[in-house]
């Protein structure tokens, strides 16, 4: 089962991984509701769709006024959205979410998948965040890196370090970056999951 952004983040809050505050809307009457709850003066506005590269296809716009929100969500709500993931019909766009915004310093990607030559969960990770994670894959690959997680003892504070490590991230940012690790693992598994990434990840 795909999930969507929305659901997804719902199920990291419930894991304790942190993520901004956001509610998804079904109409552009409810994005102002949403907006007006939301404590900030810019909103992120997203197309809800099972497919990435939303923001090059137009599936993310950042809004600073209830006008702009209001024309962004009408323009992406009964659309479909093509994206590089999609055929040429693209997907339908029945919800959008509303998020506050985030400062980013760095993007970074970090994702989780099931290696079946190994049978096991591997993590990810790189430092290009803000490129697509297949193009690193094919011209970069000394950019990713990836612990491969042993079923019977599972997840290992080592092996967050060496993602951690591998990030370049600031050294009062381990214990955090641990705990969200670990909680993502223990998602992973506990849903069952066969693909989890966040690109970008973001840090202040």
């Not at 942190?18 to 509610?23: L, W």
């Not at 006024?65 to 766009?93: C, H, W, Y």
């Not at 690193?136 to 993602?163: S, T, W």
């Amino acid at each position: 089962m795909n999930l969507h952004e929305y659901q997804a983040k719902n199920l990291f809050r419930q894991y304790g991984v942190p993520v901004p505050e956001s509610e998804v809307v079904f109409t552009p009457e409810e994005a102002v509701d949403a907006a007006n709850k939301l404590d900030c003066n810019k909103w992120v506005v997203k197309a809800q769709v099972h497919a990435g590269g939303r923001g090059k296809a137009g599936g993310v716009k950042i809004v600073d006024n209830k006008q702009d929100l209001i024309s962004a969500v009408k323009g992406m709500l009964g659309t479909r959205l093509v994206t590089f993931q999609t055929d040429e019909k693209g997907q339908p766009v029945n919800q959008v979410l509303i998020e506050t915004p985030s400062n980013i310093a760095r993007e970074l990607y970090l994702g989780a998948v099931i290696d079946r030559a190994s049978q096991r969960v591997v993590f990810m990770a790189s430092t290009e965040g803000g490129m697509d994670i297949e193009e690193v894959a094919d011209n970069h690959p000394e950019k990713i890196i990836k612990v491969y997680i042993d079923p019977a003892i599972g997840m290992q504070p080592f092996q967050c370090r060496q993602l951690f490590f591998g990030l370049d991230l600031a050294n009062n940012q381990l214990r955090q970056f641990t705990t969200l690790v670990m909680g993502l693992y223990k998602m992973f598994t506990e849903k069952d999951f066969s693909l989890l990434e966040i690109n970008p990840s973001r840090t202040d």
